[in-house]
């Protein structure tokens, strides 16, 4: 008995019939595959309103429902899902700010060297230029490292607690990380790091001048 006899049996057509057109769709799945695709749908629609629902509170103004979840919706959303208005706000962003960093080494000589500054900044942009699926990781992770450092710290590069301390130990790591491979012969004692902030210059068609003087912030030596 060939497959379609076999098909014209379990449905109880005389021999020579042909089977039943299959409805389209899930329906024409067997039933544990519809099964399966039930569930799997389901997955998928709790999954897309538990998302949309914590972006929601993260993004209204704040309810009771946002402050009693604050801890649920911050650890859903950053920093993955972030959303802010920065592009639509009054004030958009209106600098560039690259982050550099170099390093002492000191040589299997014993001789202590000073590198070059490197432009962490512009490494990660040319990282992701063109790149279809571009790693968040280079994206964000200096960008955000150095707001944390700037947002906890005052003019005078004075941390302002332990969150303070927290932003340099982790731009230090980071910065270590970055350089390290390039000193393989040798072995970094300490990093420095400094900002590169320069305005976007105004369009062609506008009276605005605008200062395009590059400005650096150099922080202090820090041990590794």
């Keep these: 008995m060939d497959a379609n006899e076999r098909e014209r049996a ?4 005389p021999a020579g019939a042909p089977p039943s057109p299959r409805a389209p769709g899930i329906a024409g799945l067997s039933t544990p595959y519809r099964v399966v695709t039930a569930l799997a749908l389901g997955v998928v629609a709790v999954a897309a309103c538990w998302h949309l629902a914590l972006v929601f509170l993260h993004v209204a103004p704040s309810n009771t429902l946002s402050k009693r979840y604050s801890a649920a919706v911050d650890g859903w959303i950053y920093p993955e899902f972030e959303q802010n208005w920065k592009l639509f ?3 958009p962003l209106q600098q560039n700010i690259a982050v550099e960093a ?5 040589t299997d000589a014993g001789e202590l060297v000073t590198s070059d500054w490197r432009d962490l900044s512009a490494e990660d942009a040319a990282a992701i230029r ?3 699926l571009p ?3 280079e994206q964000n992770e200096l960008r955000r490292a150095w707001d944390f450092y700037a947002g906890s710290h005052d003019d005078d590069n004075k941390p302002g607690g332990e969150r303070g ?4 130990r982790y731009l230090l790591r980071i910065a270590v990380n ?3 491979p390039a000193h393989r012969d040798g072995r970094i004692v300490r990093i420095q790091l400094r900002s590169a902030t320069r305005a976007v210059a105004a369009p062609e068609w506008s009276t605005e001048r605008t200062d395009t003087q590059t400005y650096y912030r150099e922080l202090p030596w820090w041990t590794v």
């Design 10 to 13: 379990e449905e109880g057509l």
């Design 165 to 168: 301390e927290l932003s340099e």
């Design 178 to 180: 970055r350089l390290a």
């Design 130 to 132: 063109h790149s279809l």
């Design 89 to 91: 706000a009054p004030n």
């Design 102 to 106: 170099r390093a002492q080494v000191r």
């Design 135 to 137: 790693s968040h990781t």
